[in-house]
Each structure stands twice: as C-alpha cells, then as structure tokens.
C-alpha cells in the first residue's frame, strides 16, 4: 500500500502569478509531501492552471482538485431552489475544468444538508453517470461536510445504501462536532461507522473535538479519546483499502485551516498544526500498515 501526504493551499494566498505558492510548494516538499490539494474556485484557469502544473511538475507534486457542486465557498447567504439537477450541472462542469491540471482526484463538496434523502440519492447516482461520461469514474470523492448532503453520519449511511458505488473522503471531524461525542465508543455508532469506512478512498486527516471542528493541539492529553478515536477510525480505513487492493494508493490531508477554525491565541499555527500532523500520521499509519503485510 501506498500512503501519500498531500497538503492542504487554504489559507495560504497563491500571489500574483502563483509566486508565493511557487515559492511555498519547495518548502512542502521539504516536509515529506507528495502533492497538494487545491480549491480550483479562486484561480483563473486561463492564467493559473498552467503555471499551477509547471510549478508542481518541477517538485514532482500530484494534484488534488477540491471544488464545490454549488454555492461556491459559502459566500453569502446560499441560493435558494436548487435542487439535483442544478448541482449535476454544474458538477459536470468543474469535473471538465479540471483535467487541465491533470489531478489524480477530484474530492467534491457536494449536495446540500437541506434536501430530504431521496434529493441527495438523485444527485449521487447522477454524479457516478457523470463521472464515467467524463472519464473519471472512480477518481471523484465526496466530501463527509457541514452544509452538504453528507452532513451527518446517518444521512450519509443511507445514502450509501442507496448509492453503494459512491466513494467518499473522510472528513469525521465535522461529524464528530455535529453528534457532540466520540464516533466509536457505542454499539450503534460503531456498527454505522463500519459500514461507512469501506466506501472511503480519500482521507481528511484533521483532527476534530466534540465540541470544535479542529483541533488546535492534537497531542493535548486533554483530548485523548478524540485522538484515539480519530486514529481508530482512519487506520479502519486503511485496512479496508488494503483489503481491496494491497497494491492500492491512498491520500490523506492534514486539513488545518485557519481562523475561525483555528483558535485564536493557538500556541502553534494552523500550517505548523498540519505540517507537525502530517509528519505523525505518517508514522502511525506506516506502522499500522506494516501489520497487515506482516
């Protein structure tokens, strides 16, 4: 099994021409990232996107698309009506943008909290249709997200149900604040989330409380049983990848970002919280790994 570590661009302005990425992006590298993970909203595709690749082809850096089905970066109040097909639309259209950065995956917010379930199972088996239309079925990943259809756990195992093809990326640390409790430790919770983490193929690596999104200290022993938690749950994940295929590939992302979801007063910042992660969970997923080919 393959484990790459792609870093998360949000919060860090690219610059005039991309400088201050271009000049970020070695730094990364430095670190022990493979790639990174980029929201294609703010960018220009006719200026961007080509200086975006040369920068990543000179580090030898994969690239992660992040884009939303709709309501693009939560600016203002969310448009009201839309429904599946206004979505699909709209889907389809960043899923073609896109190959001109050649990523390796597309990870989408998408859908909308407020639909009822059999709204967001139309939009999911659209977005499968789409995604072999384009030439990218298997490539594209949901995102487990406040706001979206995949806002709770239960609402995402129903459509999952629904939709069995669908693949998701593990952001649980928006669960965990939304349920206010450790995501494993009941009966019921274990057994939903056993059937959720086989359909995960793109993991969000960031740590969550039951009472905030992100967690400012992971290695606070104050939040322990979220850290436990969090890494019970993801080397879930990597186990049932590795059942599927020993040979496989899987990304996971340190998904720090800043302020609000970083603390103000935060002893370290959120780009030294996720650089610091990233060297740790590097570590615990090789070992964790190395048991299953033992």
């Not at 448009?79 to 950065?101: F, S």
């Amino acid at each position: 099994m393959r484990i790459d570590r792609f870093r998360t661009v949000w919060g860090i302005e690219a610059g005039p021409g991309l400088e201050n990425w271009a000049k970020w992006f070695p730094e990364l590298k430095a670190v022990g990232y493979n790639g990174v993970e980029v929201n294609i909203h703010g960018l220009d595709p006719a200026k961007d996107f080509a200086r975006l690749r040369q920068i990543c082809d000179e580090l030898d850096f994969d690239i992660s698309i992040l884009a939303h089905s709709h309501w693009v970066d939560y600016l203002g109040p969310r448009p009201v009506g839309l429904k599946a097909n206004d979505h699909l639309q709209n889907y389809r259209a960043l899923l073609q943008l896109g190959l001109a950065l050649k990523p390796v995956s597309y990870n989408f917010q998408s859908g909308q909290d407020s639909w009822d379930i059999e709204e967001s199972i139309k939009f999911y088996r659209g977005t499968l249709d789409v995604d072999r239309e384009v030439g990218l079925a298997g490539r594209v990943y949901h995102e487990t997200h406040r706001n979206r259809s995949l806002f709770t756990p239960y609402n995402t195992q129903r459509i999952l149900e629904a939709v069995p093809e669908l693949r998701i990326t593990a952001d649980f640390s928006h669960w965990m604040v939304g349920c206010e409790r450790i995501l494993d430790i009941g009966e019921e919770d274990r057994a939903m989330m056993k059937a959720i983490i086989p359909h995960v193929y793109h993991i969000h690596a960031r740590m969550g409380t039951t009472q905030a999104s992100q967690c400012p200290e992971p290695l606070n022993p104050v939040f322990e049983q979220e850290r436990l938690c969090f890494e019970r749950l993801w080397t879930q994940v990597l186990e049932s990848r590795f059942k599927e295929n020993p040979d496989t590939r899987i990304i996971f992302v340190p998904e720090y970002g800043p302020f609000p979801y970083h603390p103000i007063g935060s002893a370290k910042t959120h780009g030294q919280v996720a650089d610091d992660e990233c060297k740790r969970l590097t570590g615990v997923f090789t070992q964790f790994v190395a048991t299953l080919s033992a």
